[in-house]
């Protein structure tokens, strides 16, 4: 059983322009959130969605946004990229909203150059 | 806002010996606590959960953490450290009523094991 699956692992952009991070939950799981965690820090929330729709959001500006398809993966969009983007993007699912039986994927490595 | 606190940025111990890794946290009501560990370029893996009930929690790996109301803190101790414990360490609080779900970590701790 495939667990949470992140694509791209590792990706480097250039200031200013947008990035698409990828994640597919694990089976069986509705909810997906997501972390920022810049290098020697803890991950910190960004936003989750569950039925397509943002239900919570972390202390981040609009360039973060995301998506949630019908078939539970999501993406995130951040624009406008900054050197202080740069960080390791986590996504975590989880069965039903509400539930902290979260399983996290790997991860996608964003440095900003 | 809750928030967590984990004093130490780096413990190093030696192969064998107990572990205790620190943790305190700051929330209004009866909080949801967790322990996640995290090995080099891999994402979160949950150790232990504190919810409500007995205070001493057992977790994999031969983890456990006891919940300590009056000094806000949830330690995670091992008894006997082996070298594939090396690696780095979340403490979790997980808030409730409308922020349910959301988690907020801590600094983090890395761990050193020595042979």
């Known amino acids: 059983d495939a667990g949470v699956t992140q694509s791209p692992t590792h990706l480097i952009k250039t200031r200013g322009q947008q990035v698409t991070l990828r994640c597919s939950p694990k089976?069986?799981?509705?909810?997906v959130s997501w972390y920022q965690q810049a290098l020697g820090q803890g991950p910190q929330f960004i936003f989750q969605?569950?039925?397509?729709?943002?239900?919570q959001r972390g202390n981040f500006p609009d360039r973060f946004s995301g998506h949630q398809f019908p078939n539970y993966s999501s993406e995130l969009n951040v624009n406008a990229l900054l050197l202080g983007d740069s960080a390791l993007y986590l996504c975590?699912?989880?069965?039903?909203?509400?539930?902290?039986?979260?399983?996290f994927g790997s991860g996608t490595r964003l440095t900003v150059v | 806002a809750q928030s967590v606190t984990q004093p130490d940025i780096h413990i190093t111990v030696s192969e064998g010996a107990s572990l205790e890794l620190r943790c305190n946290y700051s929330?209004?009501?009866?909080?949801?606590l967790f322990w996640y560990v995290q090995s080099p370029g891999q994402g979160l893996q949950l150790l232990l959960k504190?919810?409500?009930?007995?205070?001493l929690v057992q977790g994999i790996k031969g983890f456990e953490a006891e919940f300590k109301r009056s000094q806000s803190s949830f330690n995670l101790r091992k008894p006997s450290v082996h070298w594939s414990d090396a690696a780095e360490y979340f403490c979790?609080?997980?808030?409730?009523?409308?922020?349910?779900?959301?988690?907020?970590f801590g600094q983090g701790t890395i761990l050193t094991v020595h042979p």
């Open positions: 969605y569950y039925e397509e729709e943002e239900r």
């Open positions: 929330y209004g009501a009866t909080p949801y």
């Open positions: 089976s069986g799981h509705d909810t």
């Open positions: 975590a699912s989880s069965p039903y909203i509400g539930d902290y039986g979260y399983t």
């Open positions: 979790a609080v997980g808030a409730g009523g409308t922020s349910y779900g959301k988690l907020t």
């Open positions: 504190y919810f409500s009930g007995d205070t």
